[in-house]
């Protein structure tokens, strides 16, 4: 996100001008769909595709308020407007303007002030931490655009959150600059129980003219005979089913879609002539809807020209549909959760609380049975049994356990690995800091245990924790917290490792200060950024150059497990294969890597994909197994549409209508 530049410890400015000073010219980003017009125009009166984005502009200057309100019935395309203005904005934004910010009002937990609800919404912003995000809403540099206060539902369906959330609005500070979008229906019925947002500038979208329906639908049309009849209807009956119902950009949007599926409007021909009563309107939205899954399957094929069987899409739209319905607005693992957003890598909640958690966790032991098999198999060619092999094993068991325990975790953390941090400055001083850590260690374990044995568990100490600590661990962390914490598990990791392996020599040190570096890496992580947070940072990296998709956790989470995974796959080979108190065959020895790799990577390392895994396994029939390329396909196909790093479904009412 784009800031302002100015000093870290400005003062507080003088009040801000309004939130736009004028229309920049720009061709091409809206269609004229729906007119726009302010609630204080003579009834009828609608603004042309010219003046009605620079109208738009011109609203909170007329009016000396720097609050927009914009409402509409479903489907006109509130959100969408929304969008408009902050690019807008954006584009013609001066030094001292506010940058705008939309976000979605249904993820507020109204017990939570609205200010600190910013900033923390904020810090998730790639390259904004927790203490930028506070400087930028303490000095009015962001401009909250916030989207769907009537999707504020709480557990009993009631606009209980809605009219918190006005209040708190409200109650803030009265020059506070914002843009809030609303269903009209929904805030019209707030208004009337006297809750509104106060000192703003209200706006309006109206319903699509039946001429500007009729100009889109011939647009779109490939053979406008077969358009026609519904079009003469449309002209001719002023009060029938489709002149009244095709109102709004996704009514029409999904009719010409049905349209160019079946290359035919003979599904439209029961409404022709007919007046809009409410069932008979009710029937024609089904109709629409009932049809649009199976039109968009066939219009939009996969790469390669496969196309996906209508009755899976309806049945894993339903299924994403349901979930969202069953959790939005609840609180769940300490989130709120949203009723609108599928985020990929955290959507294991769809099948069950529990089930996904055990799930990862058996994925967990099963990704470490290999090593322990193959190191034990190597320990008995060497007659180490009972002891120290025994001993040696039941240390190796921490780091499994350590990954069991944070398997059955609510939210593990996306792993991400940056090799570029090692030249950094904080990425060397980590470094540093490791290699000081493992000095100290060494120098303990020689004095208690053998000189090499003691060195070499500093030196492989210090390798594991202080590369992962530079490359895959966020800045955004208490730093000194985690070293102690490494401190005392490399102190425990030695004396235990001294007393079991101190007979084998040189080498046995370097495996188990490897082993305790890693260890002490998860350790040290978990405690640094949970105090880190209590001091209301441990935010995350800013993402690599190029826009986050919604993919981008998960990928860089199996990215940390490949690298993590192959570098201790590589070091396991060569002590089997070379150590000359293990010196295995080779076939054996690649065993053990091969091993290794499965269990440092994919099995301690990458929680997120475990956990991803366990979801398809507990969601089959329910939901595709490439689950990833389904939900980039229903974007491209116009079932779902990307808002950040999270999908939404196209519209509230195809929601609606698959959760019902």
């Not at 609380?353 to 190597?378: D, E, H, N, Q, Y």
């Amino acid at each position: 996100m784009r800031t302002p530049h100015r000093h870290r410890h400005a003062q507080r400015r003088s009040p801000r001008p309004p939130l736009a000073r004028r229309a920049p010219q720009r061709t091409g980003a809206l269609r004229p769909l729906h007119p726009l017009s302010h609630q204080q125009r003579p009834p009828g009166h609608h603004l042309t595709e010219d003046t009605q984005q620079q109208e738009l502009g011109r609203h909170i200057p007329a009016r000396g308020s720097r609050r927009l309100v914009v409402t509409g019935p479903p489907g006109s395309g509130k959100t969408l407007l929304a969008l408009e203005l902050a690019v807008r904005l954006l584009e013609d934004r001066e030094a001292e303007d506010p940058v705008p910010f939309k976000i979605s009002l249904a993820t507020w937990d109204t017990a939570v002030p609205f200010a600190d609800w910013l900033v923390e919404e904020l810090s998730r912003l790639p390259g904004c931490p927790q203490s930028l995000a506070a400087m930028l809403v303490h000095d009015r540099s962001v401009l909250p655009v916030l989207d769907g206060l009537d999707e504020m539902v709480d557990e009993n369906d009631t606009n209980q959150r809605s009219r918190a959330a006005l209040t708190a609005l409200n109650q803030a500070e009265r020059g506070e600059a914002l843009v809030l979008t609303c269903r009209g229906d929904a805030y019209d019925a707030m208004r009337a129980s006297r809750c509104w947002l106060q000192d703003c500038a209200p706006v309006e979208l109206h319903d699509v003219p039946p001429h500007h329906a009729r100009e889109y639908l011939e647009g779109r049309a490939h053979d406008a005979g077969l358009w026609r009849d519904v079009l003469r209807d449309i002209d001719r009956r002023r009060s029938g089913v489709l002149a009244m119902t095709l109102t709004t950009p996704w009514l029409l949007t999904m009719v010409s879609t049905v349209a160019e599926a079946d290359r035919d409007t003979a599904f439209l021909q029961p409404f022709l002539d007919q007046l809009a009563r409410p069932a008979t309107v009710s029937a024609f939205e089904r109709e629409l809807l009932s049809r649009y899954l199976s039109s968009v399957t066939s219009l939009h094929a996969l790469p390669g020209g496969r196309h996906y069987d209508h009755g899976d899409v309806h049945r894993w739209s339903s299924r994403l549909a349901d979930y969202l319905r069953e959790t939005g607005g609840r609180v769940f693992g300490g989130r709120l959760m949203s009723g609108r957003e599928i985020t990929l890598h955290e959507l294991w909640p769809v099948a069950g609380s529990r089930l996904p958690r055990v799930v990862t966790a058996a994925l967990t032991v099963a990704l470490w049975v290999p090593v322990f098999i193959s190191l034990g198999v190597c320990l008995d060619r060497q007659s180490f049994f009972p002891q120290p092999g025994a001993g040696i094993l039941l240390l190796l068991s921490l780091l499994p356990l350590a990954a069991v325990l944070s398997s059955l975790g609510h939210w593990p953390q996306p792993r991400r690995v940056i090799l570029g941090n090692l030249v950094t400055a904080r990425g060397a001083g980590r470094v540093a800091c490791a290699a000081g850590l493992g000095t100290v260690l060494a120098v303990n374990a020689a004095a208690v245990f053998s000189a090499g044995f003691g060195w070499m568990y500093g030196v492989g100490f210090a390798l594991v924790f202080g590369l992962g600590l530079a490359v895959s661990v966020r800045s955004d962390i208490h730093l000194k917290a985690a070293v102690s914490a490494a401190l005392a598990v490399g102190l425990a990791g030695g004396a235990a490792a001294g007393a079991a392996l101190q007979g084998f020599g040189a080498f046995a040190g370097l495996v188990a200060g490897l082993a305790g570096g890693a260890l002490a890496l998860a350790v040290a992580v978990h405690v640094g950024i949970a105090l880190a947070r209590r001091r209301g940072g441990g935010l995350p990296d800013q993402d690599e150059p190029g826009l986050p998709t919604p993919d981008s956790a998960l990928h860089n989470d199996v990215v940390a497990g490949v690298v993590a995974g192959a570098i201790t796959g590589v070091i396991a080979l060569i002590v089997a294969w070379r150590a000359s108190w293990m010196s295995v065959p080779l076939p054996l020895a690649v065993v053990v890597g091969a091993s290794a790799f499965l269990a440092a990577g994919p099995g301690f390392t990458s929680a997120v994909s475990r956990r991803y895994v366990a979801l398809l396994l507990c969601t089959r029939g329910h939901l595709p197994w490439r689950l990833a390329r389904f939900l980039r396909w229903a974007r491209t196909a116009g079932i779902m549409r990307i808002a950040s790093t999270a999908y939404q479904f196209r519209h509230d009412r195809l929601l609606q209508w698959l959760g019902r």
